[in-house]
Nanobody
Framework: QVQLVESGGGLVQPGGSLRLSCQAS????????MGWYRQAPGKQRELVAR???????NYADSVKGRFTISRDNVKNAVYLQMNSLKPEDTADYFC?????????????????WGQGTQVTVSS
């Protein structure tokens, strides 16, 4: 009942910039956190950046100072601005969200993933 639509991936040259977008839709009560993960060929999936509803964000050490994550709580969207791209940034990038469904008895959390978008950094 929850769908994540990603866009913005593609081929860029080293030093270039790219912005990834992820739009969430469906039966969403609230979103507590949204983030981006990536997986390069032969490597494990890793956290790139994650942002909570309050605005606090975490970044992988490899992207600090180059990537910026932001979100639009009204549109239920998350963005990843990627600058000074390096060949090692080449990977499939996945959008991820944590949603909360609350009642008088408390809240339950559910996690959803997008299908992924490919980012290739090469000259």
């Amino acid at each position: 009942q929850v769908q994540l639509v990603e866009s913005g991936g593609g081929l860029v040259q080293p030093g270039g910039s790219l912005r990834l977008s992820c739009q969430a839709s469906g039966s969403i009560f609230s979103i507590s956190a949204m983030g981006w993960y990536r997986q390069a060929p032969g490597k494990q999936r890793e956290l790139v950046a994650r942002i909570r509803s309050g605005g606090s964000a975490n970044y992988a050490d490899s992207v600090k100072g180059r990537f910026t994550i932001s979100r639009d709580n009204v549109k239920n969207a998350v963005y990843l601005q990627m600058n000074s791209l390096k060949p090692e940034d080449t990977a499939d990038y996945f959008c991820n969200i944590d949603t909360n469904y609350c009642s008088g008895y408390g809240c339950r959390s559910f996690n959803y993933w997008g299908q992924g978008t490919q980012v290739t950094v090469s000259s």
